[in-house]
């Protein structure tokens, strides 16, 4: 909007990361996104074409009529009506030709065409589980380059709203009800080398994964400055643009775009089920994955709900006033019900996950939370557990 | 005071003396309590405004400290993002309920609208002053809502977050829901003020355009804040009893709501930028010494802007989901409100031309004001587009955006009025110097906080976030040190008045030049404002001002009269009827 700005312009890539970005937006990931840049320009110029032209003349009147208190001003014309028509309606036209343009491209963004590629979105206070189908869940959301992806997005809490900028995307997801966006991504992810990645593993052990963390890796065409997945993967921010409460800011996940459709079967089938990872592991994997750890630490500090650490085997007081053994039936009710049986000091807030998790995943959650538990019992507990699952689904 | 100088035929009230104005006509606390005088109470909505504003801006510096760096800066440890989330709440919250919907009607309005009327007082004076006593009440709940638990909701109250935040939502609403009718208090009075107590000569089109836009900021006020105190209640109901109309748990539909919500805040935003179009056309028009340009046109689209204001709302939910047409057909609607304000900008800039134009302060936030709000309504066209509007919406480019038109606009306008009709309100001339490097200090905070914003949001950053990605750093650093300087430059401004208000001159009647109505009676005027009945004359008519050099002050001459033709006409009989 300020012509200064522009010129300054060359001077930022630096500061502003992003690679392949221009001054005014992130990188190009979208079929969308030359259109939505084409509009936004168009608008720009003929804004300047107004802005820069009207700012001069003000400047212009300020230099040659500033005149020493008294003098009379040299005309007191008070109307000329053809001129006051003609910028009445001159501009009127261009706006006319702006809201069409945007309208078209609109249309476009609001249709999507059949048989594109379907996921489901669960947005919830504060994190994303992207439903790949069969079961499969992940924080991620994997697409494929090219190929038409229809999102079928909804809450259980409160409005979120999913924005991927390098789509130039964005839909509100509106708990009660459907919302659907769709995109075609045109650029892919790049995966960098399993050494590298494991060198970065080995960086970062024993800390959660910082997606943010820019990492100088060396790739076939030099050293590079890439922000990866835990996976290796390059990826495109999604970020919750709906102010959520307390850690909306910390509502993002990241978009992975695979080459080819096998990819990211491949990648799904590694993703579906525990295969022959420890019931412990795949645990803790969950918990991680699944959104669990924005509300649950492991440390013993308090977040939205209670630590789990040490929280096998404990007491714990509801809020009806009574006391509650944290066992494998606790566990199970407050993953499916989690309103039933709510611990003092805290809200009922937490969304349930009932048809999410499968039998599996509860067992591995509930065998993750004993092993980070001194209450535990060192002897597996009873069978019971597993007996009222079916009832309880 | 000698009047050798003047041409005969001048007329000027000179200076009160002590008792004749209407800050010394009576004194002791409770004569200003209990004063039913327009202008003490447009004076004590000043204190208060300004002191909102005052709270609000040093929120608003918190939030850019905060964001100095990308984990947080300010604010630390576990509660560090809900103490952001208030923070920001309660910022805009006030900014919007306790300053800038009520800063210029309220205050400035309050003061001129009899004065530039040429009538005594307001219409309902009692009215007037509960409805400053209904603003207190409402800043009440609010502070109260602040030392409770807090409020974390966003100033919008979006359902179902507000229902179910465990924060004090129902005292912000109820607040907010009594400042409501003291806006309508005052809208009420305005319109009743001008439609009834014009004084003779005072035609509709002899009124000047601060009057018009204050009358179409009255319109608005009366029918859309009812909207919004219906919402507050339907939103206290679902908090405590859950009807269902807006929580989706109880088969409500959040969406609801914010069709409620706009249909009141969007004609808000014009409750807001509007006063301040009539205050600008007044500055442009007296400091360039010049009849405004298109009087008319001006006049007919403040009522055009209130009008249309109320067919917009939709442009808010671009993205939450509505029907195609229905999205489509409000991009179309908002588009219509562009071109009256374009119009207005236009009419100010040709004004200027051929004038006779003095750098004074107020005409310093003139063209700034002009600068800025032509940028806020511009990148207003990226947001009415609905393809832009769908990758822009809900990130730094809205802040940016609506900052330059809310702050860029309304309080610079207000800062302008202020300047400019202080030495009417107080009887003091501040230091035109000073005056003129605070406002220079303003216009360049300001464009050094919001202009990084627009291409912080066109890059993707979304707004209400308390950490931020990396990459965004650097705009967002800029950003926070504009936020800086503009808070030194505003803070200069107001010393700049409280200085004058010890060592300033005493002001004449007429320092500026004006020829509306306020200007003819003494500064401060008298309790009733005018000690005879104004002359009311075309508003813009600048003929008959004469600048008297040796006392620095504008006088009004007698307009020049047509001798009476020394022949007399021919006597015509009486039982011709008239008629040769």
Not at chain 1, 199 to 217: F, M, N, P, R
Not at chain 1, 236 to 254: A, I, P, R, W
Not at chain 2, 55 to 60: D, I, P, R, S
Not at chain 2, 426 to 441: M, P
Request: net charge negative; proline share 6%.
């Amino acid at each position: 909007m300020f012509p200064a700005i522009e010129s300054l312009a060359m001077t930022f890539p630096t500061l502003l990361a992003d690679k392949n970005a221009d001054f005014w937006f992130p990188i190009q990931g979208s079929s969308f996104a030359e259109e939505v840049d084409w509009v936004y320009d168009l608008i720009l110029y003929i804004s300047l074409a107004f802005f820069v032209p009207m700012m001069a003349f003000m400047v212009w009147c300020l230099f040659k009529y500033i005149k020493a208190r008294g003098t009379k001003a040299e005309s007191q014309i008070s109307h000329h009506t053809t001129l006051e028509l003609t910028w009445s309606i001159g501009p009127s036209v261009l706006l006319v030709w702006m809201f069409v343009q945007g309208s078209i491209s609109f249309l476009d963004m609001r249709t999507p065409p059949e048989g594109s590629y379907d996921v489901g979105v669960q947005a919830f206070k504060w994190g994303w589980t992207m439903d790949y189908g069969n079961g499969t869940f992940h924080p991620e959301l994997h697409i494929v380059k090219d190929e038409p992806t229809k999102l079928s997005m909804r809450s259980t809490d409160v409005i979120h709203s999913l924005f991927v900028p390098a789509f130039r995307a964005k839909k509100d997801i509106v708990p009660g009800r459907y919302n659907y966006m769709w995109f075609k991504p045109t650029v892919a992810s790049e995966q960098i080398s399993d050494e590298a990645l494991a060198k970065l593993k080995k960086q970062s052990e024993g800390a959660t994964w910082d997606y943010d963390k820019v990492h100088t890796i060396e790739t076939e065409d030099g050293e590079r400055e890439l922000q990866v997945t835990p996976e290796g993967y390059t990826f495109f921010d999604l970020y919750c643009t709906e102010y959520c409460g307390k850690n909306h800011s910390e509502m993002q996940t990241v978009v992975v775009v695979h080459e080819t459709q096998a990819e990211l079967e491949a990648w799904i089938k590694a993703n579906s089920s525990r295969g022959d990872v420890s019931m412990e592991e795949w645990g803790e994997l969950l918990y991680a994955r699944r959104g669990c750890s924005g509300c649950h630490s492991v440390d013993g500090s308090k977040l939205v709900g209670p630590s789990f650490l040490d929280v096998y085997g404990s007491q714990h007081a509801l809020t009806t006033g009574e006391n509650q053994l944290v066992d494998e039936n606790y566990i199970r009710e407050s993953i499916l019900a989690p309103k039933a049986k709510v611990v003092a000091g805290y809200q009922p807030v937490m969304p349930s996950y009932k048809g999410q998790l499968s039998d599996d995943d509860i067992a591995s959650i509930i065998a993750y939370l004993k092993s980070i538990s001194a209450n535990a019992p060192t002897q597996p507990a009873g069978a019971e557990a597993e007996s009222d699952e079916e009832s309880a689904e | 005071m000698s009047n050798a100088t003047l041409p005969a035929g001048a007329r000027d009230p000179g200076y009160p003396t002590e008792r004749e104005n209407y800050l010394t006509n009576s004194s002791g606390i409770l004569s200003w309590m209990f004063t039913l005088d327009h202008k003490r109470i447009g004076l004590m909505y000043l204190i208060g405004v300004m002191s909102a504003f005052a709270v609000g801006g040093l929120l608003a510096l918190a939030i850019r400290l905060h964001l100095l760096d990308p984990n947080g800066w300010m604010f630390s440890g576990a509660e560090a993002n809900n103490i952001y989330n208030q923070v920001f709440t309660l910022h805009g919250a006030i900014m919007v309920f306790l300053f800038i919907i009520p800063s210029i009607p309220a205050a400035l309005g309050n003061f001129l609208v009899p004065v530039m009327l040429g009538a005594k007082d307001v219409g309902f004076p009692r009215l007037n002053l509960s409805s400053f006593y209904l603003w207190v009440f409402g800043a009440l709940f609010f502070v109260t809502a602040l030392f409770s638990s807090g409020l974390d909701t966003g100033w919008t109250f979006y359902t179902p977050y507000s229902t179910t935040t465990d924060t004090s939502v129902i005292l912000a609403t109820l607040g907010a829901f009594i400042l409501g009718f003291s806006s309508i208090f005052t809208g009420l009075n305005f319109i009743v003020t001008i439609n009834t107590m014009r004084p003779p000569g005072m035609t509709w089109f002899k009124m000047p355009l601060f009057l018009w836009a204050t009358y179409a900021t009255s319109i608005i006020q009366v029918l859309a804040t009812p909207v919004l105190g219906i919402t507050l209640l339907l939103l206290i109901a679902e908090r405590t009893m859950h009807i269902g109309i807006f929580d989706p748990e109880f088969n409500g539909d959040p969406v609801t709501y914010q069709h409620f919500f706009w249909f009141y805040s969007h004609p808000a935003v014009y409750i807001m930028i509007l006063p301040a179009f009539g205050i600008i056309s007044e500055l442009i028009s007296v400091h360039s010494h010049k009849h405004i340009f298109g009087y008319r046109f001006i006049a007919y689209s403040s009522i055009a802007i209130a009008l249309l204001g109320f067919l917009v709302w939709g442009h808010h939910m671009f993205t939450a989901g509505m029907s195609s047409l229905t999205t489509i057909v409000f991009s179309a609607l908002t588009f219509t409100v562009s071109v009256p304000s374009a119009i207005k900008v236009f009419n100010w800039l040709a004004t200027m031309y051929k004038g006779s134009i003095s750098l004074t302060t107020p005409m310093c936030y003139a063209i700034s004001f002009i600068f800025l709000f032509t940028i806020g309504g511009l990148t207003g066209l990226f947001l009415g587009t609905l393809a832009t509007d769908l990758h822009l919406h809900d990130t730094y480019f809205v802040v940016a955006h609506f900052h330059y038109v809310m702050v860029g606009g309304t309080l610079i306008a207000f800062l302008g009025g202020v300047f400019h009709w202080w030495p009417k309100m107080v009887g003091k001339l501040y230091n035109e110097t000073h005056g003129r490097i605070a406002a220079l200090l303003v216009f360049l905070g300001f464009n050094g906080t919001f202009l990084p914003q627009f291409v912080l949001g066109s890059r993707g950053m979304p707004r209400r976030y308390a950490t931020y990605d990396p990459e965004f750093a650097t705009l967002h650093q800029l950003s926070t040190f504009g936020a800086l300087l503009l808070g030194i430059g505003l803070l200069y401004a107001f010393v700049v008045l409280m200085v004058s208000l010890i060592k300033g001159r005493r002001a004449p009647a007429n320092p500026w030049g004006g020829v509306t109505l306020e200007w003819q009676c003494t500064s401060p005027p008298p309790y009733y404002n005018f000690e005879r009945p104004p002359v009311v004359g075309d508003p813009y008519d600048f003929h008959n001002l004469e600048w008297d050099a040796e006392n620095e002050r504008y006088i009004m001459t007698e307009p020049e009269r047509k001798l009476v033709p020394e022949s007399t006409p021919e006597e015509v009989p009486a039982h011709a009827g008239g008629q040769k």
